[in-house]
């Protein structure tokens, strides 16, 4: 069955390092997504991505995040100087496309920055 | 500002109960509501509700969405330990994308 898949597991940095979270989303899908999720406390939606380019994003997602489709493979999320308050699991979804709104999640990048 | 709640926060049974979760909303422009459930990472999908009224049921587990009141409620029959996990509720709105709510901690004693 595909899915999708995200490296690091465990990204351990530096406040003020730059991280980039990858992410390879089911092949086909059109419709990608970032979302973090602080250590017990709700899952939050970050960014979507449609069309190469970014359709949505939350006010979390300020000039410090960006995203990347780099080669029709995998979708990135580059953090510039990291916060402490950056640590957070990080999931990446994807879906299908326009009136599939089943949405399929990786198994979370846990970043932690020190 | 949107917001998703849920109810209860957290919740212990036996096997064999059922129980019932709740989602309450309210968003600027409602699309659907969903359910996941996460386990020890990341959230699988269980139902998506655009319509109120009509349930939608996969084994033990039926949902069924409210419009005009707002909410939804997950049921589960005849719980399971495998059934332990944080059950999330999330509202896709046309401006924000997806709003999760803090989810309902199950918890499934044998």
């Not at chain 1, 490296?7 to 390092?17: I, R």
């Not at chain 2, 909410?71 to 996990?85: H, R, V």
């Amino acid at each position: 069955e595909p899915e999708v898949t995200q490296t690091p597991s465990h990204q351990v940095t530096q406040m003020g390092q730059e991280v980039i979270l990858r992410c390879v989303p089911i092949s086909n899908h059109l419709y990608f997504y970032w979302y973090r999720q602080i250590l017990g406390q709700k899952v939050e939606f970050l960014v979507s991505f449609y069309n190469n380019e970014i359709s949505e994003k939350s006010e979390i997602f300020d000039d410090q995040f960006s995203v990347e489709r780099p080669d029709g493979s995998n979708f990135t999320l580059k953090i510039r100087s990291t916060k402490l308050e950056d640590s957070a699991m990080y999931f990446c979804a994807s879906r299908a496309g326009t009136g599939i709104y089943e949405q399929y999640f990786g198994p979370g990048t846990r970043l932690t920055v020190t | 500002e949107d917001k998703v709640v849920q109810s209860p926060l957290s919740l212990v049974v036996h096997e064999g109960d059922t129980v019932t979760l709740n989602c309450s909303y309210e968003v600027t422009n409602f699309r659907s509501l969903l359910w996941y459930k996460q386990e020890k990472k990341a959230p699988t999908f269980l139902f998506m509700l655009t319509s109120s009224g009509i349930e939608k049921k996969s084994g033990r587990l039926s949902s069924i969405l409210d419009k005009k009141e707002l909410f939804s409620i997950l049921n589960i029959t005849a719980t399971q330990t495998g059934d332990s996990a944080i059950y999330l509720c999330a509202v896709d709105d046309y401006g924000q994308n997806f709003v999760f709510g803090p989810g309902t901690r199950l918890s499934v004693l044998p």
